[in-house]
């Protein structure tokens, strides 16, 4: 466990800070509309997880398609929404696990594995969407999934490290709790050889 200043126990808000961190990339994501975007000028394409936008190079108006219209775009949609909302669940028992003076580890272990369950949805959702929009949607010009997916993705590895964290933080308890007592190691000086 890495040492954090005077005491271990003070670091324990440093996974719900980065479940915070997560959610914040999982808003930015939801709320975007750069998860595909033309490449270069003109730019005639633009989506987002719930629609995709096209104009004509000398257009100002967007028009949008909805993207749940289709079900790969409802699917889509569904699973990243389903891995955000248990993202939110595991932040505020993060909060209530790390705030009990009585850390309970077991419990702390299990809000690790509903972070593997929230990547699990969130990269199905990843997956989904670039495979069966390609498929589905005509692009013009050339495209690029953007910032928005990208905060996707960013939301997704930042869950997957605090998973591994969650579930691994009860094989540190002791150092956490402080409870280890430290190791002093004493040598004697050489004795001096005695006079004659």
């Not at 987002?48 to 398609?65: G, I, K, M, V, Y």
């Not at 959702?125 to 929009?133: A, D, H, S």
């Not at 589905?136 to 960013?154: E, H, Q, R, V």
């Amino acid at each position: 466990m890495v040492v954090c200043g005077l005491a271990c126990w003070r670091c324990r808000w440093l996974l719900p800070l980065l479940l915070g961190l997560a959610i914040i990339m999982g808003i930015i994501a939801l709320a975007g509309r750069g998860w595909l975007e033309s490449e270069s000028e003109p730019y005639v394409h633009q989506a987002s997880l719930w629609e995709s936008c096209t104009r004509t190079p000398d257009a100002l108006n967007w028009n949008c398609e909805s993207l749940m219209d289709y079900g790969w775009g409802r699917a889509a949609a569904a699973t990243y929404l389903v891995g955000f909302v248990i993202l939110v669940i595991c932040f505020a028992l993060a909060v209530i696990a790390f705030s009990i003076e009585i850390l309970r580890f077991n419990f702390v272990r299990g809000i690790g594995g509903l972070l593997f369950v929230v990547a699990a949805f969130q990269i199905i959702g990843l997956v989904i969407y670039p495979v069966k929009f390609t498929e589905d949607i005509p692009l013009m010009g050339d495209n690029m999934f953007s910032w928005a997916y990208g905060f996707g993705w960013a939301s997704t590895v930042v869950v997957i490290g605090c998973a591994f964290f969650f579930c691994c933080l009860p094989n540190w308890e002791d150092e956490v709790l402080g409870n280890i007592k430290p190791t002093y190691y004493y040598s004697s000086p050489e004795r001096a050889p005695y006079l004659n």
